[in-house]
């Protein structure tokens, strides 16, 4: 039997890269005795991955008061999880687990069950904002529970070790369980929300005061290097979000007023790490941990059926726009990887890729961010997101772009429609369309849809050639450094109108730095990469053709080592923004200033000005002044990025216009590369020795109801083909 790992972002069949090819089923709304015959269509459909959330509402009874879980279907078909479990084993199909406890789906409290949300039990402390409004859920708007509360946790632990018994038989050595998803987008679909969204009841309060005592040692200190006088670290508030009355009034106005956002963005980020290490432990399971975090980007709209407005969700103009520093802020996958608690894993609902450039950015943003599997493609769910998600030319041109920009495999989400639930699971859906989701590549009665030849075709390719492909890489043209501490403060304070620190410039970090950095890069055919300032290592640091910060007034005495480090070890670096003068206590520290001041006189590796170098949009055009030149130029209305290897090179191209066929091109290492397109056109071409040995080509373009005549010149190669083909 084979064996199965995980390493560097992918997962491993005796040693080799393996290229997942997944599909969501959701069991829980589906007959048991469809179980067999879906899984073998998908696995006919090219499948090689079933991914399944089992949620706890669904399996969770109550008889004669007393409590327990059906895992064999006694009490309704559709909970026999023991019986599904072999069903996939039985098909030859391998499995990633997904748990919860929170898991969306659409379900009612996103699969929790009633008794652990304060709508329906008092007894639960509920999840509040900083303005103590309850976190609620949109689809059903129960009030979510506070996640680390004791009652709470307790009541989760109770059902992580209930249900996983079930599922690790199937972890022995050479068995299907390939890996765990934790929870769904951290905690409770927040992984891209504000952070004035998370963490204000009792009970994180605790957590975050607790925090505090283990950064500052005594409540003294604390006072010192805030500026502040309370009595003990219980009396410390969360931040409150700066809006347009208070602007310039209550703006931070000393260099010690940046810290209590510092403060609170680690509060975050480790109060969703340590719930992924508590249910970690809970599940008790030794196989990969991995998350499926929401892309870079804001919240998406939803259809969502009888949806009530909640007015405390509202995110003011000014500071929506902060949305990417967020995000760095408090979702530090570098530092979850380094420290063994979980791999980056993201999912993709950002809108539609083919038709919004912006859209296209963040999901190269977010596959670039690091290696690992794409969770969640949005394959059908026309009726609760964007209608053209129907149509077959939206999740390929999807699916292609997260592949491209480092996705190890990807999951098609759904694979299979199901009409198969009641309205104690999900009491919404069906208010919009009568399956699950409207518009899966096989329908509920079990027969190919719309999207089925598309997902057949990519899954083909993708099983012939994912092995080649992840022994390749893309390139690292360019890499941004994400500093933790910058978004924090970014994140709340979004202009100089909200910022009143005299002499200080205000930190950037996403807004107004990485965003427009790698757009401008994307445009012009350079790989931009990212990675956390506090985990980037000096060798990575090196290899990467050139390394981007801006950076603010503070900044950690190691990480200015570490850059200063790069420096004296001749690393191509760009600095823009104030030099660091002070450390995270506010206590002198000039090791990066010196270091830079001191390049800047004698190297030509270093480029340094005190104007933000990266807002304007135009830092390609300054690598290229600094003779650091892309592998890969390109038309203006073609995006291309290409993952290298030893001998093989896979070219990803993207076409952004309408219409008629139009002549596009590309060059790579010189060799150019004549194109004739269609609306939207996108596809991969795998080169050997500068010849195109195998293709995939996506022309035909169902919104717009073209189907090109597809032309490609290579050298004295041409290939040829019409509308979707392969070759």
Aim: overall charge negative.
């Amino acid at each position: 039997m084979p064996k199965y790992a995980y390493q560097n972002g992918r997962v491993t069949k005796d040693g080799k890269p393996f290229f997942v090819i997944a599909s969501d089923y959701q069991y829980y709304r589906d007959r048991r005795d469809h179980w067999e015959d879906r899984l073998t269509k998908l696995k006919n459909l090219g499948v090689n991955v079933i991914t399944f959330y089992t949620p706890w509402r669904h399996h969770l009874q109550f008889e004669n008061g007393r409590l327990w879980y059906d895992f064999t279907g006694k009490t309704k078909d559709s909970r026999d999880l023991v019986t599904f479990l072999k069903t996939i084993e039985q098909v030859g199909l391998l499995m990633v687990f997904k748990p919860g406890p929170f898991v969306h789906s659409e379900l009612n409290v996103g699969g929790l069950p009633d008794m652990v949300t304060p709508t329906f039990n008092p007894a639960i402390p509920g999840m509040r904002r900083f303005d103590d409004s309850p976190v609620r859920w949109c689809f059903d708007n129960a009030i979510l529970p506070a996640p680390c509360d004791p009652t709470y946790d307790e009541l989760a632990k109770g059902w992580l070790q209930a249900v996983s018994p079930h599922v690790a038989p199937y972890a022995k050595p050479a068995g299907p369980l390939l890996a765990i998803q934790i929870n769904d987008e951290t905690i409770f679909c927040c992984s891209n929300d504000p952070p004035w969204r998370l963490g204000y009841e009792p009970s994180a309060m605790q957590f975050y005061h607790q925090q505090l005592a283990a950064r500052y040692g005594d409540i003294d200190n604390y006072n010192t290097l805030h500026g502040t006088s309370y009595s003990a670290f219980d009396f410390v508030p969360g931040p409150l979000p700066l809006d347009g009355e208070r602007k310039k009034t209550n703006a931070p106005q000393q260099p010690a007023d940046v810290l209590s956002y510092v403060d609170w963005a680690d509060h975050q980020w480790r109060l969703r790490r340590d719930a992924y290490v508590r249910y970690k432990e809970y599940v008790n399971i030794d196989v990969p941990h991995l998350t499926n975090y929401a892309g870079i980007t804001p919240p998406i709209e939803q259809n969502i059926p009888d949806l009530t407005a909640d007015e405390a969700d509202h995110v003011p103009t000014e500071l929506a726009k902060t949305y990417a520093d967020w995000w760095f802020a408090m979702n530090r996958v570098d530092q979850d990887a380094e420290q063994g608690d979980c791999e980056y894993g993201f999912i993709s609902w950002l809108g539609v890729a083919a038709y919004d450039e912006v859209v296209f950015d963040r999901y190269v943003n977010t596959g670039r961010r690091r290696r690992g599997i794409n969770m969640e493609e949005n394959w059908g769910f026309a009726a609760f997101y964007d209608e053209r998600s129907k149509y077959p030319i939206v999740p390929v041109f999807q699916t292609l772009v997260s592949i491209a920009a480092g996705a190890t495999g990807y999951d098609i989400y759904t694979g299979t429609s199901t009409d198969y639930w009641d309205d104690t699971l999900d009491r919404v859906t069906k208010k919009q369309c009568p399956t699950f989701p409207s518009d899966a590549p096989i329908d509920a009665q079990g027969n190919p849809g719309v999207l089925y030849d598309a997902a057949a075709m990519l899954n083909r390719w993708f099983e012939e050639h994912g092995e080649a492909l992840l022994a390749c890489e893309p390139e690292n043209d360019a890499a941004f450094l994400l500093y933790a501490p910058y978004a924090a403060v970014a994140s709340w304070v979004p202009d100089d109108e909200h910022w009143a620190i005299a002499d200080h410039a205000l930190p950037r970090c996403g807004y107004e730095a990485f965003e427009p950095w790698s757009s401008s890069l994307l445009r012009a055919g350079y790989s931009p990469v990212a990675q956390q300032l506090e985990t980037a290592t000096l060798d990575w640091m090196l290899r990467c053709k050139s390394v981007a910060i801006h950076t603010a007034f503070f900044m950690g005495e190691a990480e200015q080592q570490k850059l200063a480090e790069l420096i004296r070890h001749g690393g191509r670096l760009f600095v823009s923004g104030e030099l660091p003068s002070v450390d995270l206590d506010l206590k002198p520290c000039t090791v990066l200033k010196d270091a830079v001041e001191a390049a800047a006189n004698s190297s030509q590796t270093v480029t340094y000005r005190r104007e933000n170098l990266f807002a304007d949009g135009e830092f390609a055009g300054r690598l290229l002044e600094a003779g650091i030149r892309s592998r890969v130029t390109c038309s203006s209305k073609l995006r291309v990025l290409v993952h290298h290897g030893e001998k093989d090179q896979f070219v990803f191209f993207f076409h952004f216009e309408d219409g008629a066929p139009h002549r596009q091109w590309f060059d790579l290492d010189g060799q150019r590369v004549e194109m004739q397109l269609g609306s939207r056109t996108c596809g991969v071409l795998q080169l050997v020795g500068g010849k195109i040995v195998s293709h995939l080509v996506k022309g035909h373009n169902e919104i717009d109801e073209t189907t090109a005549d597809i032309r490609i010149q290579c050298g004295d190669q041409t290939i040829e083909g019409r509308g979707d083909f392969v070759g």
